[in-house]
């Protein structure tokens, strides 16, 4: 079946601007989970939906990131007044209930900062 | 802090060989650890889970050890190809609870050489 999707690919836009990731996770996946990697550095933890809710929203880096996830499928990221900071892979992972050992990672979108 | 440390240097080893990457990690010992496998411009993708109480887990040409004494996890892939050049990062679970919150290392770049 089709895996965890993520739109954009790619994303460049300019400082201060809004941007909005959108992630498609695997049908029937439970828990959704978002994650940033910057280059050579390995993914860190931004948040995890248990259904609709955000379950764990710790990583989030300050209140200019917000994730939503209103029908407990599709989430997005949402990133206000962006940083050059915030340039880096964005990535989504789902798992099926009881079962969060096994996260299965979406493509990623590249998001820029100019 | 619960941490995960990987070699940051490239690992560079010759078609054939066993190739070992290293996973330390600090604090108390995770419930499981993950190994995942990340070619550029993409997302990881799960290789194998090994658990506190394994000692050691096999899938193919995979091998995977667990020593909670020195706080180490070793990722062994034997006969190596050229197409097993990548990342490898290695996670830990966030504390005691299944959230499925990861906690990843940097990763090793492994270079498999014809």
């Known amino acids: 079946g089709a895996g965890v999707s993520q739109t954009p690919s790619n994303k460049v836009t300019e400082k201060g601007k809004y941007v909005e990731l959108r992630c498609d996770p695997i049908s029937g996946h439970t828990a959704l989970y978002w994650y940033r990697q910057s280059l050579g550095q390995g993914p860190e933890f931004l948040i995890y939906?248990?259904?609709?809710?955000?379950?764990?929203d710790s990583g989030l880096p300050n209140d200019r990131f917000f994730a939503v996830r209103p029908e407990g499928s599709v989430s997005t990221l949402k990133i206000q007044r962006t940083e050059r900071g915030d340039s880096a892979m964005y990535l989504c992972?789902?798992?099926?209930?009881?079962?969060?050992?096994?996260?299965?990672f979406g493509p990623g979108t590249r998001l820029t900062v100019l | 802090s619960q941490k995960i440390e990987q070699n940051s240097e490239a690992l560079n080893i010759q078609e054939g060989k066993t190739a070992t990457l290293t996973c330390n990690y600090t604090n108390y010992s995770p419930a499981y650890l993950q190994w995942y496998r990340q070619d550029p411009g993409r997302g990881p993708v799960f290789l194998l889970l090994?658990?506190?109480?394994?000692k050691e887990k096999r899938k193919e040409r995979l091998k995977v050890t667990f020593d909670t004494t020195l706080k180490q996890s070793l990722f062994h892939i034997t006969a190596s190809q050229p197409a097993d050049s990548a990342t490898y990062l290695c996670a830990r679970i966030h504390g005691s609870s299944n959230t499925g919150k990861l906690i990843f290392g940097q990763g090793t770049t492994l270079q498999v050489k014809p």
């Open positions: 939906f248990q259904g609709t809710g955000a379950a764990d």
């Open positions: 992972a789902s798992s099926p209930r009881g079962e969060a050992d096994t996260q299965y």
């Open positions: 090994i658990r506190e109480n394994e």
